[in-house]
């Protein structure tokens, strides 16, 4: 048994240093060897504290251990028994070699076969669920041994209760609740809302269906992954509040617009439409390069809705109607209909013809927060701003790196050797996020609206102060030449065949209108869309 001297203590937000990095996968604490016996309850407060970290992904989990440990030496650890240490280490890292359920004792588990990682995970999940479960019944425990990140936990309860400012930080609330945002967060404002016991939802199967989607998220994107996804969920959720949405919106427009925002970018690949296509990707061939990503999230996400039967209870036709009413908002954040949909919102203010009692101009304005939702971070605080930067620009250049390497032509904005992540974000906020968020202010004129645009005006000169310190002084050299590099049209749908569509196999593609129709067409191969 390692004997630790120095117990490492960080406030959450502070960036863990690199020392204490390297010690992976330790949780250290101060009791007695008695602890691995029934310790008198009364002692349950002397208990000092701990520390759990993982440097896979160089981040820190901070925990307070406030109820009783049980260590098993099938984990890896053999308790000597004798003696009373200070500070007792144990490598939790074999808890994550083990296939077999069996070597993690407890409620839910089988001891009958392995189980894979990810069967694992959703094992783990669940148990969460349980426990939350009971809070908001408010049943009490009968077990008096509380989970490891009982009082982790409690600061991420007590980061929900401001999940309505604008200033609300995502990564923060990732790491309280160890990578589960998009889970916890989702359930937290449906449950808030009232939304379960309204539409009768069965909270086994929702937590079920939120777990499968976080997971369907890629956690190696560096940008579209869970964290984006709660993030947008959370911003979507800033602007179902602002006044006019709040008065007008109903029940069923308030849950489609939360699980579009968590499902928006499901299963997303880490690259854009373009790479696909010229690569022949086969979504690209099934989707006739019509938006092909987002229906592809669309699709999934109602592969998981059906998987889990989280609309089983309600009558068919309405399952039918609010998958497809999903789905149209889903599609609608195509950034290649950036001006369709801009245009459109432009025309119906200019003409003051937006009226809310109307279920299709509802749907448009749902269609157009989850948009600004999308693309909101720009207008977020420059601390949490530049972090959206780095990661999407990081994502950008990967996948220019990939297309070097394939000898392909690489992408507009992913060259890393002519763009600059200052540039890139220059650009994005003058063609795209300026001109829509304008719009959203005047058909939304309040403090948030105003908060937003001038968050984004700051954070566009601080990045314009950032291209003048690294010696580029030129206007030219400040924006882009062009605002079609944001804003990429879908290439024209070609009629070469699908390889893996025999001759008399049609092929589904599925367009969005803006007023929250989806049209469906059938098209035999060979034929081209109109």
């Known amino acids: 048994m390692e004997v630790c001297y120095q117990l490492p203590v960080l406030p959450l937000d502070r960036p863990v240093p690199k020392h204490v990095l390297s010690r ?59 003696g009373s240490y200070s500070y007792l280490c144990i490598d939790f890292r074999t808890l994550h070699s083990y296939s077999d359920s069996s ?51 409690g600061q991420a309860k007590c980061m929900l209760e401001r999940v309505a400012t604008w200033n609300f930080d995502i990564f923060l609330y990732d790491r309280l609740t160890n990578g589960n945002s998009l889970v916890t967060l ?19 199967k929702l937590w079920r269906f939120l777990v499968m989607v976080q997971e369907d998220y890629h956690s190696l994107n560096p940008y579209h992954n869970a964290v984006h996804a709660a993030d947008v969920t959370q911003a979507m959720y800033c602007y179902l509040r602002e006044p006019k949405l709040a008065k007008s919106l109903t029940s ?43 229906n592809h999230h669309w699709r999934s996400a109602v592969g998981l809705l059906r998987e889990t039967g989280l609309f089983s209870h309600l ?64 207008c977020r605080p420059w601390e949490l701003s530049k972090q959206w930067s780095e990661k999407v620009t990081e ?5 220019g790196d990939i297309e070097k390497k394939h000898r392909l032509e690489v992408s507009p904005l992913c060259d890393s050797q002519s763009n600059s992540m200052a540039n890139i974000q220059i650009g994005f906020m003058t063609y795209v996020v300026e001109p829509l968020f304008a719009e959203w202010g005047r058909f ?15 954070n566009k000169a601080s990045w314009g102060g950032l291209v003048q310190q690294e010696g580029s002084s030129s206007p030219e050299e400040l924006e882009p030449s062009s605002p079609a590099f944001f804003t990429m049209s879908t290439p024209a749908v070609t009629e070469s065949e699908p390889e ?31």
Request: hydrophobic share 35%; proline share 5%; net charge neutral.
């Open 252 to 294: 069923c427009d308030i849950l489609l617009g939360l699980l579009a925002a968590a499902t928006h970018d499901l299963d997303h690949p880490g690259v854009n439409q373009p790479f696909l296509i010229k690569t022949n990707h086969y979504l690209a061939k099934l989707y006739r390069n019509s938006s092909v990503l987002e």
């Open 315 to 378: 009558p068919a036709e309405d399952g039918l109607k609010m998958e497809h009413q999903l789905g149209s908002l889903i599609l609608a954040t195509d950034i290649s209909r950036q001006n369709e949909y801009l245009g459109k919102f432009r025309t119906h203010l200019d003409q003051d013809d937006l009226y809310l009692s109307n279920a299709s101009h509802r749907h448009f304005i749902l269609q157009m927060a989850l948009k600004c939702a999308d693309i909101c971070n720009p």
């Open 103 to 153: 070597l993690i004792p407890g409620p839910g588990f089988s001891s009958a076969g392995p189980v894979s990682g990810r069967r694992l995970r959703r094992l783990l999940s669940f148990q969460r669920y349980l426990h939350s479960s009971r809070l908001l019944r408010g049943t009490p425990h009968l077990n008096p041994l509380h989970i490891l990140d009982e009082d982790y936990t």
């Open 444 to 458: 939304s004129d309040t403090r948030l609206s105003q908060t937003m645009l001038g968050h984004l005006g700051l």
């Open 186 to 204: 989702t359930f937290h404002l449906l449950n808030q809302y009232g939304l379960l016991e309204l539409f009768q939802l069965d909270m086994v």
């Open 500 to 530: 893996s569509a025999s001759a008399a196999e049609p092929i589904a593609v599925t367009t969005a209108t803006a007023t929250g129709e989806t049209n469906y067409k059938e098209i035999p191969q060979g034929s081209k869309e109109s």
């Open 395 to 399: 994502e950008f250049f990967h996948q």
């Open 24 to 82: 992976r996968g330790a949780i250290s604490f101060s009791s007695s060897s008695s602890l691995f016996g029934a310790p008198d309850p009364r002692q349950l407060s002397q208990r000092r504290g701990a520390i759990s970290y993982d440097s896979s992904d160089q981040t820190a989990l901070y925990i307070r251990m406030l109820g009783d440990v049980r260590v098993r030496s099938r984990v890896g650890f053999d308790p000597e028994g004798k």
